[in-house]
């Protein structure tokens, strides 16, 4: 065991069972898998990508390159979760990932051997003889070896929420500038939200042993924590990780439920906060990067900032000796605590000639060993045993089973950069500070690279109370506690040249020195061709750690500086985001409302079979016992339509209400045909087109009152036409006198068609005399009364080609209605049909509708070209004129049957002459709509065809070429029933 | 040095010591016979096939960053040729048949994999749809399937097949359309356009043209000097529309922002590329294990090359409902890139509007998949002066004429192509 | 991304549906070169990168065309005002 004896914010009074690769291990409420590990002397806990070596815990937190784990197991697996975040629980399982047959002894790392070969880029050099093996081959191969853990392989049972936040101020991070700037906001009465990813408030406060004011930090910390929780202005989110900005919004995700074995029923496992915030401080802190020299990716090899805090925060010892290789102060601090706490430091290894004296006192205080001017050149074990360094000129092995690195820290600027502001390279810090920041965004402490404990707190409380005050608030920065300041001056130092052994840049993607330098060498000089060309900072720590060592060894080889180098972009997130998050509740069913006819529960109570229609769930059909297939139901349907009456809910219509003096000429100027000219009580089917030319949609507009209109759309176009025509009125036309609104949502409209249809609806309406076929012939519009009093209107049309009425009533009223039609109707059979039969009476009247409406069609294709109104300005006027509109071999609106009346035809063949070879030249079309009518008991489609009318007659053939049949069909006019349209004028 | 097992092998035993420049970093010569301007896929196949089918070696390509900085290195590296309209279908059919070679043209693993993609069908209006379409893929050569539910069920098993707001009912499978790495398509043409004589001339942006008496263009001024040229080749699709500005020219194109994302790598999962019918969401798998996906447009113009929340929140709402499995796995890095949103959705490959200039832009969100061909149809337009039979519906013209190649129907509107 | 709606207030551009430039005004049908004109109109565009008017509809809202001044390397907004005062002024 590794843990030491006391202290440590680990509360030792819980203890927590947990496996790792199966074997039981117990560490404490308080600690993160990783720490948990360290303590249990586990040193190797997992393979790198490429070469398969053996790694273990380097970081503390969400820069962690080689921690990756598969967390639980079966439909709640997350492969590559970071051990050193994933806060302990009791029953948490682990397993190593990217090994086989086991952690221990993994048959890939062969690779490792092969590295001479397999350097920067060497796939995009080979793989390539002979030309199929690429696919059969190698790259199954590589699929294979390459990625990491292994996805789940059922559905993720846990659930996510999406939530709104508004606050004034956003800090995020809560280390000593965090926690500075939340209190000076959260004074003034600013409302303040300040998010925490760790599951503890007080970022490096908890893992350095300094003083705030004489005493130890975390009590400053629980102290501001006290007065954030009394003020009612202020929100505290832990385990919240503020992961990307965008225009006028900070995505953070909150994991509630990660530290639990399973969440509670209905509680979320993460939610994603949409926060809004009028200003925001970024105090992320930073982070401590490695040095690259050879066998620097040893488990047991650290980072100094988290192996102090792994000795702290989480009283464990990395090592049970352990030596500390840095170019800077504040590495010294670790091997300072870790003697402190006991564990022995066989040395320091400095690679400065000279630090500061109060340094040099304090290591000959605690009796440490000082290596200056010194570096580490070579590494030993598979976990590992010791260390090879040489300073003044001699080498020297040093028998330590851990090292801590350090080559300074880079400021947690990524967040600076979602805006697409450019980091600006600090020499005095040797790392990238803050450019220009998204609006609203300032940074505070050691995001700033301000580094000394005293600047962190101060900075945060002067920027805490800037944001307060811009945000609106009379805010002043509190006074900077007193803060003890440990020195930390650096050297800039990357790279021990003439390494032993692989020097690591990229720990999980194995780039190493030499794949710099070979990238260099064959020009891919770029900073991003140099990421893109080793996969440098590719991983999933998206090179928060490799990132600036990479870029300075590209520098030394080109000879420029870092700051001439530039660096790679930060992009989204901040560290990985789980996908539910972002997906929330809208899964399964849940994916999209489903929008339901106002007679949905009446066709259920029938037994219809749904159907999506876009948004909508509508009644594909009614099936009655002993129908054995649809087909059965749907013949069934239309001939009740035919010989008798039926009834079906086209309430999915859009509907758009048109009040005032202007709205002939509107329509007028939005359809291609005349409405200005339609009598009151009278409804005219119409075209129109986009701009450019092509058409949009169709429908009916009924003209109720002098000043009243009502214009009707097809389903799927409801709102885009209604966006339309107030694009029409407040954009192109001001002047005109109209108001419009869509009533869609409003009214429900019921068709009732048949040659029963009048005798039936003469029942429903209150005064029977208003549905005569004098006052209301075919294409007539009225208003009136149904049920007893309700308010209604009622149109003459039809789809179906049969005698049609179609009745308006509000939307709460259509259930009651379509009962009434039912029951009255009684005594006809009238039958509730769906949108199957639908579309086979329209089919068999040459009706068009959605498949015809593509969006490529001209008036004229559909045969509306004669309606189109030449003596007037219209929508789409100028442009249907064009040549290639105009051309008479465009492909036009026409039927087809079979020649062989016992073949099926089907919509999306295409259509060719007799003998002509399949190819594109010789396509002269496609069919649209296909059906077998009931009525005619053939096959029927509609569909375009090069020509259009001109070849009604001819002899082609349907080419489905997808699903093997060819057949020949007859081109015949569109309308295969009734063309002369005497049923529904009757 | 021609790229093999035997070089790999040598360069391994002799630490890279020969290793070369994998194209020349040259000083501009004065005069160019044709200068590209745009080092993205387009521009450097461009550049290739210029050399390579045409004889034209005095080729620059220009690029004012790194090569293949643009939408080449920023795209979701799919290529495919499942169109509906005869404008389109042959040319990107060619395109496939390029990708299918495109390794040992190049000698360069551009890593073109024929994963296969599959459209899924949600309603029988759909399958209508796509069955015309998969009918126009076959009459254009190329190959087309369609499966029923079960097929796809067994093709990608992960799906909610079960519990689906929109239930799956089958797909329209295009099995040789695949992936490729895009940065290796990109640095191989370099390679390869350079063997052949083709100058690369990186981190030099056109701020400017010469024209002659007649408007003819004549050259560029960049920050580094003035380059003539014969002709004068631009492919900038995202940035189309500005150096078009800088020629007085107005373009039938608006920039906006795509966003694309890859997730933290897993082990092999995916097989090929498919797509939602009735969402926004694509997703196909790399060889470095991440899953990578997209969707739609951020709506409004754009050349901030970042994205927004909605979009993002849509995609994945999009891909979990599809696939549910996706939840627990992260999302690694998100980014997006400039779409050259022509009015009608479709390129444009012409000679033109001005005397010496050639256009190849508009690509959409598109652009990728069509590199080989886009190249290969160019080249031709500029070294022969006229339209390669494969692009001749793609002009310029055709918003005069109206024969707009506009596969989904919706009219001059871009961001709903 | 907010858009301060002038009805509204500021609301999220998701409860929008885009238009895009907002300076093309349709042609007179009846002049003697209408289609080179609603070529123009319908067609082309200056595809600014910086400052552009636009047009949004608040769809989820107020339904009212909203003209919006928006930068489009930055998304900064620096004014909105109804679609119907931008085509009086």
């Not at chain 1, 059965?632 to 008798?644: F, G, H, I, L, T």
């Not at chain 2, 695949?178 to 640095?187: C, F, L, N, Q, S």
């Not at chain 2, 939840?327 to 949103?341: F, I, N, S, T, Y």
Request: one cysteine or more; charged letters at 20%; a neutral charge.
């Amino acid at each position: 065991m590794s843990r030491l004896e006391k202290n440590g914010l680990i509360d030792r009074t819980q203890k927590l069972r947990f496996t790792f690769d199966s074997k039981f291990f117990e560490g404490f409420q308080g600690d993160t898998l990783a720490s948990a590990l360290l303590a249990n002397d586990v040193k190797l806990v997992g393979r790198s990508f490429k070469y398969h070596r053996p790694r273990g815990i380097v970081g503390g937190g969400a820069e962690e390159p080689n921690a990756l784990v598969e967390l639980r197991s079966g439909a709640r697996r997350e492969p590559n979760t970071r051990a050193t975040t994933a806060e302990l629980y009791d029953g948490l399982e682990a397993r190593s990932q990217n090994r086989w047959p086991s952690l221990d002894f993994d048959v890939l790392a062969v690779n490792g051997l092969l590295s001479p070969f397999f350097g920067a880029a060497f796939y995009y050099k080979t793989f390539m003889w002979p030309k199929a093996a690429w696919e059969k081959l190698y790259e199954p191969a590589i699929r294979r070896a390459a990625g990491l853990g292994r996805a789940a392989q059922e559905a993720d049972p846990d659930i996510y929420e999406k939530a709104n936040a508004f606050c004034d101020v956003l800090v995020i991070g809560s280390g000593p500038a965090g926690l500075s700037a939340a209190l000076a906001a959260g004074r003034s009465g600013a409302r303040v939200i300040l998010a925490e990813e760790d599951f503890a408030f007080g970022g490096r406060l908890l893992s350095e042993r300094t003083t705030i004011n004489d005493a130890a930090p975390t009590e400053f910390v629980d102290k501001t924590l006290a007065e954030l929780r009394a003020l009612p202005n202020v929100r505290l989110m832990r385990r919240t990780s503020v992961a990307a900005i965008y225009d006028d919004c900070y995505a953070a995700v909150e994991r509630v439920g990660d530290h639990l074995r399973t969440p509670e029923k209905f509680q979320p496992r993460q939610i994603l906060w949409r926060i809004t915030a009028k200003r925001a401080v970024l105090a992320a802190g930073a982070l401590d990067r490695p040095i690259v020299f050879g066998g620097n990716n040893r488990p047991g090899v650290m980072l100094a900032a988290p192996a102090q805090t792994y000795i702290n925060r989480f009283a464990v010892a990395p090592a049970k000796k352990m030596a500390v290789f840095a170019n800077n102060d504040a590495a010294w601090t670790t091997a300072f605590d870790a003697l402190d706490a006991g564990a022995e430091v066989a040395a320091l290894i400095d690679t400065r000639d000279t630090v500061s004296p109060t340094l040099a006192q304090a290591a000959q205080d605690r009796g440490l060993r000082v290596i200056l001017g010194g570096e580490v050149f070579a590494t030993k074990g598979k976990c590992l045993d010791s260390i090879e360094l040489r300073a003044a000129g001699k080498t020297e092995i040093l028998q330590v089973d851990g090292l801590a690195m350090s080559s300074g820290f880079s400021p947690n600027i990524a967040l600076t950069c979602h805006h697409g502001g450019k980091p600006v390279w600090n020499e005095a810090i040797a790392a990238f500070v803050p450019g220009e920041c998204p609006p609203g965004l300032s940074v505070a402490g050691a995001a700033t690279g301000a580094y000394s404990l005293s600047d962190c707190l101060a900075q945060g409380a002067a920027q805490g109370a800037q944001a307060a005050t811009e945000a609106g608030f009379k805010a002043t920065a509190p006074d900077t506690p007193k803060a003890e300041d440990a020195p930390r001056a650096l050297k800039a130092f990357w790279h021990v040249e003439n390494s032993k052994g692989m020097a690591f840049v990229d720990f999980q993607n194995d780039v190493c020195a030499k794949d710099v330098v070979l990238a260099h060498k064959e020009g891919f000089v770029s900073v991003e061709h140099l990421k893109r060309y080793t996969t440098l900072g590719m991983a999933t720590d998206q090179g928060k750690l490799s990132n600036v060592p990479g870029l300075a060894l590209m520098a030394k080889q080109s000879g420029k500086t870092i700051a001439e180098t530039g660096t790679t972009m930060f992009r989204p997130p901040w560290s990985p985001v789980a996908l539910g998050a972002f997906a929330g509740h809208h899964r399964a069913k849940d994916f999209r409302p489903a929008r339901l006819t106002p007679t949905h529960a009446l066709a259920e109570e029938l037994g219809a079979v749904f159907v999506e229609a876009g948004p909508w769930l509508r009644a594909a059909y009614f099936p009655r016992k002993g129908e054995t297939n649809w087909k059965q139901s749907v013949d069934r349907e239309v001939r009740a339509v035919r010989e008798s009456v039926g009834v079906i809910d086209v309430s999915t219509f859009g509907k758009i209400e048109l009040q005032g003096p202007d709205v002939g000429k509107l329509l007028d100027r939005i359809y291609i045909n005349t409405f200005s000219t339609l009598p009151i009580g009278k409804a005219r089917y119409g075209v129109m087109l986009r701009e450019d030319g092509f058409v949009m949609d169709d429908g009916t507009t009924a003209r109720l009152g002098q000043d009243r209109w009502i214009m009707t759309t097809t389903t799927a176009n409801a709102a885009k036409v209604s966006q339309h025509l107030d694009f029409c009125l407040q954009n192109l036309w001001p002047d005109l006198d109209v108001r419009m609104a869509s009533v869609s949502e409003q009214w429900a409209q019921i068709a009732v068609a048949g040659p029963r249809s009048r005798g039936l609806i003469a029942q429903i309406v209150d005064d029977a005399s208003a549905v005569s076929a004098e006052n209301l012939p075919y294409m007539g519009a009225l208003e009136t009364t149904v049920l007893g009093g309700v308010q209604a209107r009622i149109f003459r049309l039809s789809f179906s080609g049969e005698l049609g009425f179609e009745i308006a009533v509000p939307a709460d009223q259509g259930e009651q209605l379509a009962r009434k039609i039912l029951e009255t109707g009684a005594e006809w059979d009238a039958t509730f049909y769906g949108l199957e039969a639908l579309a086979v009476m329209r089919i068999e009247k040459g009706h068009v509708s959605g498949p015809e409406l593509n969006g490529q069609t001209t008036a004229a294709d559909l045969g509306f070209g004669r309606m189109a109104s030449t003596k007037k300005d219209y929508i789409g006027a100028v442009m249907a004129r064009r040549p290639a509109l105009t051309d008479p071999d465009r492909m036009g609106f026409v039927g087809f049957k079979p020649v062989n009346p016992k073949e099926v035809l089907r919509a999306g063949a295409h259509v060719l002459a007799k003998g002509a070879a399949a190819t594109t030249e010789n396509d002269l079309g496609y069919l649209t709509s296909a059906t077998i009518s009931p009525t005619l008991g053939h096959a029927i489609a509609l569909g375009f065809v090069k020509g259009g009318a001109a070849r009604i007659g001819e002899i082609l053939r349907a080419w489905d070429g997808l699903r093997g049949t060819d057949i020949l069909v007859e081109i015949l006019a569109p309308a295969f029933y009734d063309s002369k349209g005497e049923r529904s004028n009757g | 040095m021609r790229y093999s097992l035997f070089n790999v092998i040598v360069n391994g035993l002799t630490k890279n010591r020969f290793a070369e420049r994998a194209w020349r970093d040259p000083e501009p010569k004065p005069e160019y016979d044709v200068l590209v301007i745009g080092g993205g896929g387009h521009g450097l196949a461009t550049a290739y096939y210029l050399a390579k089918n045409h004889g034209i070696t005095n080729v620059a390509v220009l690029e004012k960053g790194w090569i293949g900085s643009g939408n080449a290195g920023r795209n979701t590296t799919i290529f495919r040729s499942n169109y509906l309209l005869p404008g389109n279908e042959p040319f990107y059919e060619h395109s496939v048949k390029l990708w299918e070679g495109l390794e040992q043209e190049l000698n360069y693993n551009v890593m073109a994999s024929q994963r296969g993609i599959v459209n899924l069908i949600h309603s029988d209006a759909q399958r209508d749809v796509y069955v015309r379409r998969g009918n126009a893929m076959r009459l254009a050569g190329a190959d087309s399937e369609l499966l029923d539910a079960a097929q796809v069920r067994t093709l990608l098993p992960f799906l909610d097949y079960d519990n689906a707001r929109f239930p799956i009912k089958g797909g329209l499978l295009q099995a040789r359309a695949g992936t490729a790495r895009h940065d290796g398509v990109v640095w191989g043409f370099a390679r390869a356009a350079d063997k052949l004589g083709v100058d690369i001339l990186q981190n030099r942006e056109v701020t400017g043209f010469t024209r002659g008496p007649d408007g003819a263009v004549t050259g560029v001024e960049t920050p580094r000097g003035t380059i003539k040229a014969k002709k004068i080749a631009l492919a900038v699709a995202g940035s189309s529309s500005r150096l078009a500005s800088k020629l007085g020219l107005r373009l039938p194109i608006e920039s906006l922002v795509m966003q694309a994302f890859v997730s933290e790598a897993i082990k092999p999962l995916i097989p090929g590329v498919f797509t939602f019918g009735a969402g926004h969401f694509y997703i196909s798998q790399s060889d470095k294990g991440g899953l990578v996906f997209g969707g739609d447009l951020d709506g409004y113009n754009s050349y901030a090359q970042r994205g927004n929340l909605p979009v993002i929140e849509d995609v994945l709402e999009g891909g979990v409902a599809l696939m549910p499995l996706l939840g627990r796995l992260r999302l690694l890095r998100q980014w997006a890139g400039l779409c050259d949103m022509s009015m009608d959705g479709s390129p444009i490959i012409d000679i033109g509007p001005l005397p010496n200039l050639y256009l190849n832009a508009g690509w959409s969100y598109g652009g990728f998949k069509a590199t080989p061909a886009s190249g290969w149809c160019f080249a031709h337009t500029i070294a022969r002066d006229e339209p390669h039979p494969l692009t001749k519906a793609m002009r310029l013209d055709r918003f005069r004429t109206g024969h707009v190649i506009d596969e989904k129907g919706v009219g001059a509107q871009p961001n709903l192509h | 991304m907010l858009i301060p709606c002038p009805y509204c207030g500021a609301r999220d551009a998701e409860e929008f549906s885009y238009r895009g430039d907002a300076t093309p005004v349709r042609p007179d049908a009846a002049a003697p070169d209408a289609a080179e004109q609603f070529h123009d109109y319908v067609y082309l565009r200056d595809n600014p990168a910086g400052a552009f008017r636009e047009l949004w509809y608040h769809s989820a809202g107020c339904r009212r065309w909203v003209e919006v001044e928006r930068d489009t390397l930055t998304h900064a907004i620096t004014a909105t005002r109804f679609a119907a005062e931008g085509r009086r002024a």
